[in-house]
Nanobody, 125 residues
Framework: QVRLVESGGGLVQAGGSLRLSCAAS????????MGWFRQAPGKEREFVAA????????KYADSVKGRFTISRDNAKNTVSLQMNSLKLEDTAVYYC??????????????????WGQGTQVTVSS
């Protein structure tokens, strides 16, 4: 069983930056693809970014492409999300998730079987 704990959320002004981190414990995630999702109040959880097991392949939602960067450090069992040029609409609870397999061809929420508790990101004007 994988346990995921997110950190790094907070309050930031529009245009600012935040870096989220996700620490994995229990079973290793080095053979799993990892992803970040977010859920704003009153909205469904949505995909943000994903990275394959080796870190050589990434995918992003169109809404964050060019602003967010996902990375991983398998030696430390961590995954990060660097968020730049933050917008009001980026306000949400951000969740780290581990996928059932190593690749990122499929990114449905149902493909991810371990989730963190979430960290709040609030972007103010």
């Amino acid at each position: 069983q994988v346990r995921l704990v997110e950190s790094g959320g907070g309050l930031v002004q529009a245009g600012g930056s935040l870096r989220l981190s996700c620490a994995a414990s229990g079973d290793t995630v080095t053979t799993k693809a990892m992803g970040w999702f977010r859920q704003a109040p009153g909205k469904e959880r949505e995909f943000v970014a994903a990275i394959n097991w080796a870190g050589g392949s990434t995918k992003y939602a169109d809404s964050v492409k060019g602003r967010f960067t996902i990375s991983r450090d398998n030696a430390k069992n961590t995954v990060s999300l660097q968020m730049n040029s933050l917008k009001l609409e980026d306000t949400a609870v951000y969740y780290c998730a581990a996928k059932q397999g190593p690749h990122i061809e499929t990114l449905a929420i149902s493909n991810f079987d371990s989730w963190g508790q979430g960290t709040q990101v609030t972007v103010s004007s």
